[in-house]
């Protein structure tokens, strides 16, 4: 059995179809005053915008993000951080040795499309 078999928690189908997962085209980023690790992200979803904060500022700069279309998960409860509301949460991928990616969605998609 391997590690990760090992320490995984199941979830039933039911539940992840709760999970609200769209895509997002990022149209600014800036760094939160007070935080080394937080971005604040203007995201656009089809007719939609929203503010998004993520803890991804030491993997990517500002510059490097705006234009990209990612996936968010986006009917999470909002939060706040520093001050400010969170609408929804980036995916991402960052593995043991600190590399770190974002989930890159084909330039033709569509900004809010739904991800399934």
């Known amino acids: 059995m391997s590690e990760i078999e090992n320490t995984q928690t199941y979830i039933e189908y039911d539940d992840f179809k709760k ?3 769209q895509v997002g ?3 600014s980023a800036e760094p939160v005053d007070g935080s080394e690790k ?3 992200l203007q ?3 089809g007719e939609e915008e929203r503010q998004i904060l993520s803890g991804i500022a030491k993997f990517v ?4 993000i705006v234009g990209k279309k990612v996936p968010f998960v986006t009917n999470l409860k909002p939060r706040s951080m520093m ?7 980036i995916l991402a991928a960052i ?9 890159n969605i084909n330039s033709e998609v569509s ?3 739904h991800v399934s």
């Not at 700069?61 to 490097?64: D, G, I, L, R």
């Not at 001050?83 to 949460?89: A, D, F, K, V, Y």
């Open 38 to 40: 937080l971005l604040k």
């Open 61 to 64: 700069s500002p510059e490097e």
């Open 83 to 89: 001050g400010l509301e969170s609408n929804g949460m």
């Open 111 to 113: 900004s809010g499309t």
């Open 25 to 27: 085209e990022i149209i």
């Open 95 to 103: 593995d043991g040795d600190q590399n770190f990616s974002l989930l």
């Open 19 to 21: 999970v609200q997962i």
């Open 43 to 45: 995201v656009r979803f």
